[in-house]
T-cell receptor, first 110, second 112 residues
Framework: EDQVTQSPEALRLQEGESSSLNCSYTVSGLRGLFWYRQDPGKGPEFLFT???AGEEKEKERLKATLTKKESFLHITAPKPEDSATYLCAVANFGNEKLTFGTGTRLTIIP | NAGVTQTPKFQVLKTGQSMTLQCAQD?????MSWYRQDPGMGLRLIHY???????DQGEVPNGYNVSRSTTEDFPLRLLSAAPSQTSVYFC???????????FGSGTQLSVL
């Protein structure tokens, strides 16, 4: 069974304080690993898809990286508007469902 | 750009009542799906559809029915609501083989 574990559950940072969120996964055949951002009361919003170990993608202050066992979402010099819950998910070649982690709730303090 | 629209936003039901959660998308996406989100658990797939007339079960389908008569709409039916179905429900769609999912804003359902 596919599994996704995200850590930490919650993270509070000062504005400008860089850090990383972790997503550890086990999957029999990785079709893709996804990062989403979710604001309170809203649906998840797509950020990145990573397909193979060594791949990296960037968007503004965010950079996602992938190894064979985990993915990191690096946040550089975050701003208060980066506060959200960040979700990681994996897709398996064998089925249609995405397996989601429980998320990391990120708070950036001005 | 409406994207994925879900109605209602909030709903309270009594045990045993039935209702339909509505989902519509205006992006001409073939793939549509329903997820539920519960505290301390990741989003879980309930049902999905790869095109009009085609539906299939996801991870947690019991107690829910779906149909897909048009490309745009994918309603989720609760035939006899149970307290265990208290959750936030999200509809999502994607285009073809692109894995990027577009989510609606969710329906918060409470079953008393």
């Amino acid at each position: 069974e596919d599994q996704v574990t995200q850590s930490p559950e919650a993270l509070r940072l000062q504005e400008g304080e860089s850090s990383s969120l972790n997503c550890s996964y086990t999957v029999s055949g990785l079709r893709g690993l996804f990062w989403y951002r979710q604001d309170p009361g809203k649906g998840p919003e797509f950020l990145f898809t990573l397909y193979s170990a060594g791949e990296e993608k960037e968007k503004e202050r965010l950079k996602a990286t992938l190894t064979k066992k985990e993915s990191f979402l690096h946040i550089t010099a975050p701003k208060p508007e980066d506060s959200a819950t960040y979700l990681c998910a994996v897709a398996n070649f064998g089925n249609e469902k995405l397996t989601f982690g429980t998320g990391t709730r990120l708070t950036i303090i001005p | 750009n409406a994207g994925v629209t879900q109605t209602p936003k909030f709903q309270v039901l009594k045990t045993g009542q039935s209702m339909t959660l509505q989902c519509a998308q205006d992006m001409n996406h073939e793939y549509m799906s329903w997820y539920r989100q519960d505290p301390g658990m990741g989003l879980r797939l309930i049902h999905y559809s790869v095109g009009a007339g085609i539906t299939d079960q996801g991870e947690v389908p019991n107690g829910y029915n779906v149909s897909r008569s048009t490309t745009e709409d994918f309603p989720l039916r609760l035939l006899s609501a149970a307290p265990s179905q208290t959750s936030v429900y999200f509809c999502a769609s994607r285009e073809g083989e692109d894995e990027k999912l577009f989510f609606g804003s969710g329906t918060q359902l409470s079953v008393l």
